[in-house]
């Protein structure tokens, strides 16, 4: 961002840090395979289900469900000026483009998670993606900005339906060595995800327009449609109506709404003012009394039975404080990218390919290292290489070069990250019994969206407070920009080292299918 003719900085306050990336409008920024209809063998009979092809196409077609949504974040962000522009949006009604997915996203995301365990998870995967395609083409033909936002909110209710039980699928339908192989997977496409969708929106936006970002979905939801259809049989009858926890269903997502929505709110309206107190604190009150209710239910949406598996709370918790620190380096560098060094979204997109390559690489090395020597200590290395990576990318400079200044933290960073990834979502999901892999599901993804939220938030005002006072000190707006993004990354790095000690209270497993945990 740069003073305009007559020296006015933008404020920086509340147009860039709310979660979204807020720039002004004038910034540049299977035909045989699905086939198939033999149902899948049962867990116990699948050692060896992912060398045979009908193995790899349910991987890829799980991975691809997981990639929409992963895809989804970046690839908005870098068609938000454009949306701004053509849509006639206000700067404060813009966050809400992101925003709104969010919100719907984590609120409804245990609440998807359990339903799948409950009444199917061919049936929610099936829903999910219905709901996700719809609300993508209503985006895309919205004219007014009330459309969009509404569309944005369904599509993250889409999200929080289709992602957990794709999760919870591919869990359940490999068993062994072959569950952390897949896992792995799973979590390269995660960080794989994020990088390519600032690609990709840059290619989009700037060529057939910004409502590609969101046209782009439906033709591979309508794919992913057929291929559910074709790969995976009926599910067997779910729970009665009459057994279902609508109270605790309630409570949950009246909880998780209220806590993404403080997170989301809180760099605008203040840590300390009286709605942001209110708000968090009546989330946790929510959560709180969830949490007796199902502690006293006889059939509970979400058995708290499942916290006494060994490690899963740290797993979460690691994954939280990884996924905080990950999503403040894309958001705070693709702001100093454009806003600083002045690059396109095209040229932002392609400086973050390294990255892309070296996610791929670790996940990889993750998933070796992890049959050898357990998800613990690939977690811990992870998180500590990535912390490195992100403690030298916050010596950025007011004019940085990609070369020396960006290049070799965005590699760091990748090395680590992968493992991170791969091992917290193993962790998390080793020993949690067939009945509850959607709820799992629906933690690991939660405990994603509420990481990138708090993140967000914390490293958004500690940005915005040490750029604001530069600038009212008389700093250039270019070196307090910088000096705030420096600030917040080097906060990120200390968010990865606090994940690494979080993660030596995790369970240490190979990957094995382990079904010992009581239900």
């Known amino acids: 961002m740069t003073a305009g003719a007559d020296g006015h900085v933008p404020p920086l306050a509340h147009d860039l840090v709310s979660g979204a990336i807020l720039l002004p409008p ?19 009979e699948q050692t060896g289900f992912l060398s045979t092809s009908r193995g790899k196409l349910v991987l890829f077609l799980l991975a691809a469900a997981g990639f929409l949504d992963f895809v989804d974040a970046s690839i908005v962000n870098v068609a938000l000026p454009h949306i701004r522009e053509d849509l006639h949006f206000s700067v404060q009604n813009l966050q809400w483009v992101v925003s709104g997915y969010l919100l719907t996203y984590g609120g409804f995301m245990l609440l998807g998670g359990r339903l799948a365990d409950l009444i199917g998870r061919r049936t929610i995967l099936l829903t999910g993606t219905m709901v996700f395609a719809l609300s993508s083409l209503l985006g895309g033909l919205s004219n007014e900005a009330g459309e969009l936002i509404a569309a944005r909110l369904v599509q993250g209710f889409g999200a929080a339906l289709m992602v957990p039980a794709a999760l919870s699928l591919l869990t359940t339908s490999f068993v062994g060595p072959e569950r952390h192989k897949v896992l792995a997977v799973w979590g390269s ?37 057929f291929a559910i259809f074709a790969l995976f049989p009926k599910d067997a009858r779910g729970a009665r109506v009459s057994d279902f926890d609508l109270l605790g269903a309630v409570l949950v997502t009246g909880g998780m709404l209220l806590l993404v929505y403080g997170l989301v709110k809180a760099p605008d309206q203040g840590w300390g003012a009286a709605s942001t107190i209110l708000e968090l604190a009546g989330a946790g009150l929510t959560l709180a009394l969830f949490v007796v209710i199902e502690a006293r239910s006889r059939k509970p949406l979400m058995p708290l039975s499942i916290f006494r598996v060994r490690g899963l ?61 357990g998800t613990k200590p690939v977690i811990i290395v992870g998180a500590l290489v990535t912390a490195v990576g992100l403690y030298l ?10 070369l020396p200044d960006l290049l070799p ?23 949690v019994p067939a009945t509850l892999a959607g709820l799992a599901a629906a933690l690991v993804n939660a405990s994603q969206q509420v990481g990138g939220a708090l993140g967000l938030a914390i490293f958004s005002a500690i940005a915005t407070s040490r750029t604001n006072n530069l600038v009212a000190g008389g700093d250039q707006v270019g070196h307090a920009l910088t000096a705030g993004f420096q600030r917040s990354l080097f906060a990120a790095s200390v968010f990865l080292v606090a994940a690494a000690v979080i993660a030596l209270a995790t369970r240490s497993t190979r990957g094995e299918h382990d079904e010992a945990a009581a239900a």
Do not use: C, H
């Not at 996924?323 to 806003?339: A, D, E, K, P, R």
């Not at 960073?413 to 991170?420: D, Q």
């Open 26 to 44: 004038d910034v540049p920024l299977l035909k045989g395979a699905l086939s198939m209809t033999t149902t899948l063998p049962p867990a116990s």
């Open 189 to 225: 496409v995660a960080g794989l995800g994020s990088a390519l969708g600032v690609l990709a929106g840059g290619l989009l936006t700037e060529g057939p327009g910004w409502r590609w970002v969101l046209f782009i979905n439906p033709p591979i939801a309508v794919v992913l449609i």
């Open 409 to 431: 933290g965005l590699l760091v960073v990748s090395l680590g990250i992968g493992g991170v990834f791969v091992g917290t979502t193993t962790a998390a999901n080793a020993g």
């Open 393 to 402: 990318l916050s010596s950025i400079p007011d004019n940085g070069t990609y």
């Open 313 to 373: 709370a740290a797993a979460e918790f690691t994954q939280l404080m990884g996924i905080g620190g990950f999503v403040t380096m894309f958001f705070f560098l693709t702001l100093y990218m454009q806003n600083v060094l002045g690059y396109s979204p095209i040229k932002t997109g392609l400086a973050y390919v390294p990255l892309t390559i070296g996610v791929g690489i670790s996940a990889g090395i993750g998933s070796t290292l992890i049959g050898r020597i």
